[in-house]
């Protein structure tokens, strides 16, 4: 893997087409570096495995973070995130957890050092059955990803406070969107208040 520089500029691009074709236009943009999302309905088999991480060597990419998305969720308004994103849904609870499992080993054979996802809009009481459980499920993918030498970044509200997991960090960019707060609104005082940094220091992430 390349070194990269200090706070390098990477993308978010996701996977899904011609790994190849996906890396050279991404490097068209003038980056070397970024954050692989994977849809939820991407089949994480041997030959996907083989084909990106063959791309990601012949094209010198280094991937920095892999990002785990679901088959179900839709972020049309808050709303609908609250319903279908992330950990919080208990009929998909399940599922997602294991496909995040599967995520972390797609992202340890391609030497990605992080992975991501949403979890959710986590309910503001601690007391709560799916806060809990929420909670727990978190705490279990840390400790999985923990297997592969991997931080896990895991977007959550700032209420839930209460994983404390040396391996769980909060993304500040996407806590604010699922905050439903104005950007324009946010001081970096807050965001820092509400978020540590996570992954290697060595790079930053531009989300397309």
């Known amino acids: 893997m390349q070194a990269l520089r200090e706070m390098e500029i990477g993308v978010m691009f996701w996977a899904g087409r011609d790994p190849v074709e996906t890396l050279r236009e991404v490097k068209s943009l003038g980056v070397r570096c970024g954050q692989l999302g994977v849809p939820g309905s991407l089949p994480l088999d041997e030959a996907t495995t083989a084909a990106w991480k063959q791309a990601l060597e012949s094209e010198r990419f280094t991937l920095v973070t892999v990002f785990a998305a679901y088959e179900g969720e839709s972020y049309a308004d808050i709303p609908t995130v609250q319903k279908t994103v992330g950990f919080i849904p208990p009929a998909t609870r399940e599922q997602r957890e294991a496909r995040t499992y599967a995520v ?7 030497g990605a050092p992080s992975i991501a996802c949403h979890v959710g809009f986590v309910p503001e009481d601690p007391e709560s059955p799916d806060y809990k459980a929420v909670r727990e499920m978190v705490r279990r993918v840390a400790d999985y990803a923990a297997r592969h030498h991997q931080t896990p970044d895991a977007p959550v509200v700032h209420q839930l406070r209460s994983i404390q997991h040396s391996l769980v960090g909060v993304g ?36 397309l």
Do not use: E, I, M, Y
């Open 104 to 110: 972390s080993d797609f992202a340890a054979a391609l």
């Open 172 to 207: 500040g960019s996407h806590l604010v969107a699922l905050l439903g707060k104005d950007v324009s609104r946010v001081s970096h005082g807050q965001l820092l208040g509400w978020s540590r940094p996570v992954g290697p220091a060595s790079s930053t992430a531009l989300v």
